[in-house]
C-alpha cells in the first residue's frame, strides 16, 4: 500500500497544482509558462525513465516500432477528425472547457510555444500518463492504472465533463499502444507527430504573421 502511495502521490498532487494554478491565476497571465513548469517538472521527476539513445534505437526497429507507430497514428487521426469535422462541426455550442495556451505575440514566444506543444508535452504526458501511471504487476492493477492514466490524462486537458471525456476518448490510442507493446517510444512519437499535424500549419501561419509585423 505505501508503495502505491509513493508512485501515485506526485503525479495526483503534481496535476491538481496544476489545474488549480490554471483555473485561480488572472487571464492576463500567458498560460505557456504553467504548462512548461507543469511539463519540467515531469520531467525532472521521471527523468531516468527517458533516454535519446534508447529511443533513436527504437526508430531502426520497422516491424517492433514503427508499424504500432503507424497503426496508432491512424487510430489518432480517425479521433481527431471525429472531434473537429463531426462532433464539434455539429454540435457547436457544446463547452469543452479545455485548457488553453496563451502567449505573448512574438517570435520568442511562438517558436517556445512550437517546441513546447510538440516536443516537450508529448514526451511529459506519456511519460506521465502512461509509463509511470500504468502497471503490469497483475490483471486488475493493469485495469485500474489503464483508467487511472487516462483521467488523469483527461483532466490535464480539461475541466469539464464534456471536454474530459473528449480527451480521455482521444488518449485511449497512446494507452492501448502501451499496453501491447510496452515500449514508451511508440506512444511517444505517435504523440508528436499527431501534434505535428495538429499544431504545424497554425505555428507556421503565426511565425509568419509575426515576421511580417
Known sequence: MNSLVKKYAFPVVW?????????????????????????????????????????????KSFKGFW?????????GL????????VIRANLPWIS???YSITRRNSLLSELTYAFTVIFVGPIAEELLFRKAIMSFESKNLTIITFFVGLLLCAF??????????????????????????????????????????????DIAYDLARISMQ
Open 15 to 59: 496535476e491538481l497544482a496544476f489545474i488549480i494554478a490554471y483555473i485561480l491565476l488572472p487571464d492576463t497571465i500567458k498560460t505557456l509558462n504553467i504548462f512548461i513548469i507543469f511539463y519540467l517538472g515531469i520531467g525532472i521527476f521521471y527523468y531516468k525513465e527517458f533516454s535519446f539513445h534508447r529511443y533513436f534505437r527504437n526508430l
Open 67 to 75: 508499424i504500432p507507430v503507424i497503426a496508432t497514428f491512424i487510430a
Open 78 to 85: 480517425i479521433l481527431h477528425y471525429l472531434k473537429t469535422d
Open 96 to 98: 469543452t472547457q479545455t
Open 156 to 201: 490535464s486537458h480539461a475541466y469539464l465533463p464534456v471536454g474530459v471525456m473528449e480527451a480521455l476518448i482521444l488518449a485511449v490510442p497512446f494507452s492501448i499502444a502501451y499496453y501491447y507493446t510496452r515500449n514508451i517510444y511508440v506512444p511517444i512519437t505517435v504523440h508528436i507527430l499527431l501534434m505535428m499535424y495538429e499544431q504545424l500549419p
